[in-house]
């Protein structure tokens, strides 16, 4: 059974950085991303990285946030790095995957400009507070 789990929320100042991580349960070549949704807001994409180390960020993420991930034998570790935050970050954070092993640049171009869909399984989520 596929499984995602995150872990690092928590609340902040702004300005300060956080560190989310994201266990798969899988260590295929997969794509791997981070989407968020704030509240009364849409769920909107953050970040991909796929197994070839393609990375992808989404306009609000661009410049503050470097996504990466480990793998060892049993399992992948998804990081996020967010780097001077801001209040409009707040939201949770999902961890989601994408089960395949060629993504074309358009696909993740077009994933992670929008909302989630073409991602095939999803973590819980996990609650970003930034207080001004």
């Known amino acids: 059974q596929v499984r995602l789990v995150e872990s690092g929320g928590g609340s902040v100042q702004a300005g300060q950085s956080l560190r989310l991580s994201c266990v798969y349960s899988?260590?295929?070549?997969?794509?791997l991303g981070w989407f968020r949704q704030a509240p009364g807001k849409e769920r909107e994409g953050v970040a991909l990285?796929?197994?070839?180390?393609?990375?992808?960020?989404g306009d609000s993420a661009t410049g503050r946030f470097i996504i990466s991930q480990a793998q060892d034998n049993t399992k992948t570790t998804l990081h996020l790095e967010m780097n001077n935050l801001k209040p409009e970050d707040t939201a949770i954070y999902y961890c989601?995957?994408?089960?395949?092993?060629?993504?074309?640049?358009?696909?993740?171009?077009?994933?992670?400009?929008?909302?989630?869909?073409?991602?095939?399984?999803w973590g819980k989520g996990t609650l970003v507070t930034i207080s001004s």
């Open positions: 990285v796929d197994s070839d180390g393609r990375t992808a960020y």
């Open positions: 899988e260590y295929t070549g997969d794509c």
């Open positions: 989601a995957a994408a089960y395949g092993s060629q993504f074309s640049d358009q696909w993740i171009s077009t994933v992670v400009g929008g909302t989630g869909n073409g991602m095939d399984y």
